[in-house]
């Protein structure tokens, strides 16, 4: 049978925007393939070629592009390793350096001088070296082979491949499928580990809005933070060493500080997460009726007790910051992207394809996965529960499980010294973010709505039984940390210090201990299996599902989903009309912030200095030509999560947003694009400068940034 590779798919698809089927911005385009839209991106404004955006034998706008911690994207701005990302991606290392004495995340941070920069152990900045179609190589390696002998040559191959590439060049490497396993790209990179926080506005600016705002628009959010990456003496990755310095990239962006209007070309580069474009209609039923319902559950019992902490003193405020930050993002997601498939009749539209399909081949294919679909989904429930409740949930489960080598035993004298040290030197920081009347509240609101929601052919034996016996989940959670001594921090310190085998073997018996290794055992030895295997047959017969839909309809546009490797994304700066006889503009300025801001309200309070300097309009060089500052705008670029903190391009490959969020409206993408509707939400640079420079003083970190204006 004929290898339909990504590349054919891109000229079906190309015939398809030339064809008028589809608005050319739906899709996540791999860059080494942007020739093929060069001329529709050209189009719609674009000034620059394919080669110019990617290119391996000169420096092209992805030598700008970072890969954030692995979850966010970023982009250098400076010669000198400057780089922007959202506030909310670096949330994480903005808390850790946060005290109450010191508090980073109300008060913001800038650092003056070089020496002033923080470190951040353990954050990784990823550069994308080359991207190259392998997908012929590894079918030529596996001709004539089948099911397991296939797959281990086709792991053969892959890792051949990588050492090849990678082997003696300082460069990390991975071949990654595109489009369920129809296609295969080696991607190398290069990873940067010394990266330190350089500034980060106030809380009350990068998260300005909170929660009520999040995945809305108007927006007024600063969502941007600053760091810099170190290399050695010789620009090459290196661990946190105090001589190491400033990195110089291949290439930044210049900030164009004229920005956009109305209509405007735009470009998001960056590294989306991942989109569910091809789900069959019976499996959108079940994230609307079923799968979304269930996370968003038991995500209000964990924020009911998070943000009742958090309003009960700065200390807890700080120490649950980031874990409130990370639980409501996906909670308020999931209830638009319920709202947004139910209003645009994702079933009716998902059932329709189905049919016309079956009609033009008279393939099996949606059967043979909906027949996959009805045994898997038990399996995605029973995954779903378990990470909402160990990961999202109460934190002494992972705090206990960590032990494990050293109740189980079995280490090496040098291992299990390794783990204690290991431990010892994780204990304060998980204590400082870490409230045990807090974590008992989650337990026992958590598990009451687990045994809610989870099929009793998937429950760990005996959770249910025992937590009636004990009268409830409060009462369970209750009885459980008054026998626990993972909560206890001076208890801890001491097993620490003086533990011998048989005081670890003690904790064996531990209830959170006892549970923590339950849940797992369970979940590992009975979900997770068939969990993997029914999804590996589902994508399977998604790949034979692509593969049908663009040969019965080559003249229509199939976009790849999303995998977290770079993309771009292109369309226009643009409002939208998402409901009857509504009209959102597509520019949000500083007048906004004043008409949200109420004093000492938690999601629209703002430092006093900010709001004296928004009444006076004292804008400084960043004011439009209507005199006004924008701070947000949006456009019909096709985003998701792991866009957050991806640069907004101009025609001109110059910097003009960070892109941070989506509308409310446009939650759906995921599964079911619509380019009436669908609209990303970015932070102007204007008002980042602006931030930087008028309000917080940091003129320098603006005067290190190629600033430009338009032709």
């Known amino acids: 049978m004929k290898t339909w590779t990504i590349q054919r798919t ?241 290439h930044h962006f210049p900030v164009n500080v004229d920005g956009v209007k109305d209509g405007d070309f735009t470009m998001v580069f960056g590294f989306p997460g991942r989109t569910e474009q091809y789900l069959t209609s019976d499996a959108v039923e079940h994230v609307i009726d079923r799968l979304n319902p269930m996370r968003i559950s038991m995500r209000d019992q964990g924020l009911a007790v998070i943000n009742a902490a958090r309003a009960s003193s700065d200390a807890l405020r700080i120490a649950y910051a980031a874990k ?54 038990p399996f995605l429930e029973a995954r779903a529960l378990f990470i909402e409740w160990l990961y999202y949930g109460p934190e002494i489960f992972n705090y206990a499980h960590s032990f494990s080598g050293l109740v189980q035993g079995g280490l090496s004298e040098e291992e299990r010294t390794s783990l204690i040290e290991r431990l010892r030197a994780d204990e304060p920081g998980f204590r400082r973010d870490y ?40 009462a369970w959670a209750d009885k459980m940390f008054g026998k626990s001594v993972f909560d206890n921090a001076d208890a801890m310190d001491k097993l620490l210090a003086n533990g011998s085998a048989k005081a670890w073997s003690k904790l064996e018996k531990d209830p959170a201990y006892r549970w923590v290794e339950q849940m797992r055992g369970h979940y590992f030895s009975t979900v997770a299996p068939e969990y993997g295997r029914l999804r590996s047959e589902i994508e399977q017969a998604s790949g034979l599902y692509t593969k049908a839909l663009r040969r019965a309809f080559p003249k229509e546009v199939f976009p790849v989903d999303a995998n977290s490797t770079l993309r771009l994304t292109y369309g226009k700066v643009e409002g939208s009309a998402p409901y009857d006889g509504m009209q959102y503009n597509p520019l949000s300025t500083a007048n906004g912030i004043l008409q949200k801001y109420i004093p000492e309200d938690p999601d629209f309070d703002m430092p006093l200095r900010l709001v004296e300097l928004l009444e006076q309009k004292s804008y400084g060089d960043y004011a439009n030509e209507d005199g006004e500052l924008v701070v947000c ?67 320098h970190l603006v005067r290190e940034m190629t600033l430009v204006r338009q032709d």
């Open 633 to 699: 705008f949006t456009g019909s670029n096709h985003t998701t999560g792991g866009n957050s903190g991806s640069p907004a391009l101009d025609a001109s490959g110059n910097l003009v947003g960070i892109n941070f969020d989506r509308s409310w409206e446009s939650t759906m993408s995921d599964i079911l694009f619509d380019d009436t509707r669908c609209r990303n939400i970015m932070v102007d640079m204007r008002y980042v400068l602006w931030v930087m420079d008028v309000y917080a003083g940091a003129g």
């Open 435 to 474: 409230d045990a009347g807090v974590d008992a509240q989650m337990m026992g609101r958590l598990v009451t709505e687990y045994l809610k929601w989870i099929r009793p052919e998937m429950e760990p034996e005996g959770l249910r039984e025992e937590v009636a016996k004990a009268g409830g989940g409060e």
């Open 10 to 250: 891109l000229v079906l698809v190309m015939a398809g925007l030339l064809g008028g089927a589809m608005q050319a911005k739906e899709g996540m385009w791999i860059p080494t393939l942007l020739d093929v839209i060069e001329g529709d991106m050209q189009a719609l404004g674009l000034k620059l070629t394919a080669e110019d955006i990617y290119s391996i034998n000169q420096s092209s706008l992805k030598d700008a592009v970072v890969h954030f911690n692995g979850g966010c994207t970023a982009e250098m701005v400076s010669s000198e390793g400057l780089l922007l990302t959202n506030h909310h991606c670096g949330y994480g290392q903005i808390q850790q350096h946060s005290s109450v004495e010191n508090d980073l995340l109300a008060n913001g941070f800038w650092a003056m001088t070089r020496a002033e920069e923080l470190p951040n152990p353990n954050l990784t900045c990823t550069f994308i070296d080359r991207i190259e179609d392998v997908t012929r190589r590894l079918a030529r390696a596996c001709v004539g082979l089948s099911g397991e002998e296939r797959d281990k040559k086709m792991k053969e191959e892959m890792a051949a491949i990588v050492l090849e590439a990678t082997e003696g060049k300082g460069l990390e490497g991975k071949v990654v499928a595109f489009d369920f396993g129809n296609s295969h790209f080696l991607i190398t990179s290069r990873v940067f580990r010394d990266v330190r926080l350089v500034g980060a506005p106030p809380s009350a600016v990068g998260k300005f809005g909170g929660d009520t705002d999040n995945w809305v628009w108007p927006r007024h959010t600063g969502d941007f933070s600053v760091f810099r990456i170190y290399a050695d003496a010789n620009n090459a990755p290196a661990d946190f060493a105090q001589d190491n310095v400033p990195y110089v990239p291949k």
């Open 324 to 377: 409130q930050s990370g639980v409501a993002n996906a909670w308020k997601k999931w209830k638009g992207q319920n709202r947004g498939l139910t209003e645009l009749h994702a079933l009716d539209k998902k059932r329709a394809m189905e049919l016309r399909l079956n009609q033009a081949t008279g393939t099996t294919v949606i059967k043979d996965i909906a027949a996959l679909n009805a045994q898997y989904f």
